[in-house]
T-cell receptor, first 112, second 112 residues
Framework: KAGVTQTPRYLIKTRGQQVTLSCSPISGHRSVSWYQQTPGQGLQFLFEYFSETQRNKGNFPGRFSGRQFSNSRSEMNVSTLELGDSALYLC???????????FGEGSWLTVV | DAKTTQPPSMDCAEGRAANLPCNHSTISGNEYVYWYRQIHSQGPQYIIHGLKNNETNEMASLIITEDRKSSTLILPHATLRDTAVYYCIVRPAGDAGNMLTFGGGTRLMVKP
């Protein structure tokens, strides 16, 4: 069974640009969550999508957004990139209820 | 959300048991304790979880105290590949169950 797949793995963007990251959850998983990891703030929850609806949201500005498609695949978008957005962005998937949450390998974003 | 407290770092000799403590004194009755680890530059890897009984799988054992205010993750025979940051997380109940709050974790260094 394939794990959580994130693309791209590495990317470099310029300040002011926008970026879209993609996540394919484990087959059958309907919940997709996104996290940001930086050296200063650690791992922080961005948002969660379940059945194409945002179910939970962390404390991030509106420049960070996401969506989920009917096949449970998810994308997150960051607009008007700032240097501080440089981070490892992690996607995690799970099924309903108490099922274990599994993480992807992440997308490394560098903003220059 | 229930918070967790872990020592920032620990050392362990290769082949010996690594015992990683976690304090979660404000845990609620229906909240599970989860352990993940993160090897440098990779996504967090699920290790084990439990509610109130001790648990064991092929990777580790989880010992939860009777009052559930603390737990210990045990790696029975640590290897160099177990060097990682280990996160103890209290998973919220209900629809917020996929919003994980990561603390600083314990950086385990396994030494030859």
């Amino acid at each position: 069974k394939a794990g959580v797949t994130q693309t791209p793995r590495y990317l470099i963007k310029t300040r002011g640009q926008q970026v879209t990251l993609s996540c394919s959850p484990i087959s059958g998983h309907r919940s997709v969550s996104w996290y940001q990891q930086t050296p200063g703030q650690g791992l922080q929850f961005l948002f969660e999508y379940f059945s194409e609806t945002q179910r939970n949201k962390g404390n991030f500005p509106g420049r960070f957004s996401g969506r989920q498609f009917s096949n449970s695949r998810s994308e997150m978008n960051v607009s008007t990139l700032e240097l501080g957005d440089s981070a490892l962005y992690l996607c995690a998937s799970s099924n309903t209820g108490r099922n274990t949450i599994y993480f992807g390998e992440g997308s490394w974003l560098t903003v220059v | 959300d229930a918070k967790t407290t872990q020592p920032p770092s620990m050392d362990c000799a290769e082949g010996r048991a690594a015992n990683l403590p976690c304090n979660h004194s404000t845990i609620s009755g229906n909240e599970y304790v989860y352990w993940y680890r993160q090897i440098h530059s990779q996504g967090p890897q699920y290790i084990i979880h439990g509610l109130k009984n001790n648990e064991t799988n092929e990777m580790a054992s989880l010992i939860i105290t009777e009052d559930r205010k603390s737990s210990t993750l045990i790696l029975p025979h640590a290897t160099l590949r177990d060097t990682a940051v280990y996160y103890c997380i209290v998973r919220p109940a209900g629809d917020a169950g996929n919003m994980l709050t990561f603390g600083g974790g314990t950086r385990l260094m396994v030494k030859p």
